[in-house]
């Protein structure tokens, strides 16, 4: 039975092999034009609103003085979610810091056994958020999208800790003894705080990369002449979600749906997510508590916008996207940034060997 499963599995990724060997090779075009704006995405976007947040997220693991941010959550903490103070405070930090970065914090705390496995498995459910600065790159600074992106962070924020509540209200954590180290900073430390960070951003935009390809299937297929236009949209966003940029629905069904979909972070994050924790973190739960964060933030962001909206409703507001439209400055600045961190990291090589 087994020897027929594994024959079974090699067939299928043979198939799959083939298929993509053709897909590459019939529908260049199309993939050419997606990987240039994917690329956009990743230079204007993604580098500016993840690379500083990660250096710190890096450095706050680094120095141990992520457990010391906790002591004023001490009573919240314990009384209301059941955890320890010090695990809320990572929490908190993972809902600013951007999605890979608290499966990236929990995989090193495991390593170090400064956490044990079980008790990371069920932090990962919550330690998940695309932070309020790739949330910007999505909506744009603008001030008049303030209110609107105010309801679509706190809805993730909120979805985060009733999930927490439920979660660890049923399961709760193994041990509430903590020994707490003073904070050591060194140059050494922020370096290879830097280098890491690098390393993992670049691991992260040519995962987006290799999905913008995936996403170009439905338009190569012609899966416009059966689904419309929107539903392709949202699709693709669940798939990769940067593609949530283009995302065109009347105010203001579209920052409901974009509060979803941020939630849930899109295939590519998770994948992004899977690669992080490897084996040191199983991530079934993980999976099905975005699934429900997806729906928790959907209806959070609705009753916010019911309450209150600043456009009339049904307006055609302008698309998000500023990935479309972007000036040569912003572009050159994170090349030259990606060139830094390329000179970095080869300058850590060669000290290794």
């Given at each position: 039975m087994f020897r027929c499963k594994k024959s079974w599995n090699k067939i299928i990724f043979l198939c799959l092999l083939c298929f993509s060997i053709y897909y590459v090779l019939s529908f260049s075009n199309i993939i050419y034009n997606e990987m240039n704006t994917a690329i956009t995405r990743c230079l204007t976007v993604i580098f500016p609103s993840l690379y500083a947040m990660m250096i710190i997220s890096e450095i706050v693991i680094r120095t141990?003085?992520?457990?010391?941010?906790?002591?004023?959550?001490?009573?919240?903490?314990?009384k209301w979610f059941k955890i320890p103070e010090s695990y809320y405070a990572l929490f908190l930090f993972s809902q600013i810091a951007g999605y890979p970065v608290g499966a990236n914090m929990l995989t090193k705390l495991v390593a170090t056994e400064k956490i044990s496995k079980y008790d990371a498995e069920k932090m990962l459910c919550i330690c998940y958020g695309g932070g309020p600065a790739f949330l910007l790159g999505?909506?744009?600074?603008?001030?008049?999208?303030?209110?609107?992106?105010?309801?679509?962070f706190f809805s993730q924020i909120i979805s985060n800790h009733i999930l927490c509540l439920i979660l660890f209200h049923k399961f709760p954590f193994q041990s509430f003894s903590q020994v707490?180290?003073?904070?050591?900073?060194s140059a050494n430390i922020f370096?290879?705080?830097?280098?890491?960070?690098?390393?993992?951003?670049?691991?992260?935009?040519?995962?987006?990369?290799?999905?913008?390809?995936?996403?170009?299937?439905p338009d190569a297929f012609g899966w416009d002449n059966y689904i419309d236009h929107v539903s392709l949209t949202i699709l693709k966003s669940l798939l990769e979600v940067s593609n949530s940029v283009y995302i065109t629905l009347p105010a203001p069904i579209r920052y409901v749906v974009l509060s979803g979909v941020l939630s849930f972070g899109g295939c590519c994050v998770l994948l992004q997510i899977?690669?992080?924790?490897?084996?040191?973190?199983?991530?079934?739960?993980?999976?099905?508590?975005?699934?429900?964060?997806?729906?928790l933030s959907s209806c959070l962001s609705a009753l916010f916008f019911w309450l209150y909206f600043p456009y009339p409703q049904n307006a055609q507001l302008p698309a998000m996207a500023p990935?479309?439209?972007?000036?040569?400055?912003?572009?050159?600045?994170?090349?030259?940034?990606?060139?830094?961190?390329?000179?970095?990291?080869?300058?850590?090589?060669?000290?290794?060997k």
């Open positions: 141990g003085s992520w457990q010391l941010f906790g002591k004023p959550f001490r009573y919240t903490a314990r999505i909506l744009n600074s603008d001030s008049s999208n303030r209110y609107i992106y105010l309801v679509i707490y180290h003073s904070p050591a900073f370096i290879s705080s830097v280098v890491s960070a690098g390393t993992s951003l670049l691991k992260l935009c040519a995962v987006i990369l290799s999905f913008s390809v995936i996403c170009t299937i899977r690669s992080v924790v490897g084996n040191t973190i199983r991530i079934h739960y993980f999976l099905i508590s975005r699934i429900a964060a997806l729906f990935a479309i439209s972007v000036s040569k400055g912003s572009i050159v600045s994170s090349i030259m940034l990606i060139i830094m961190i390329l000179l970095l990291l080869h300058e850590s090589q060669k000290g290794k």
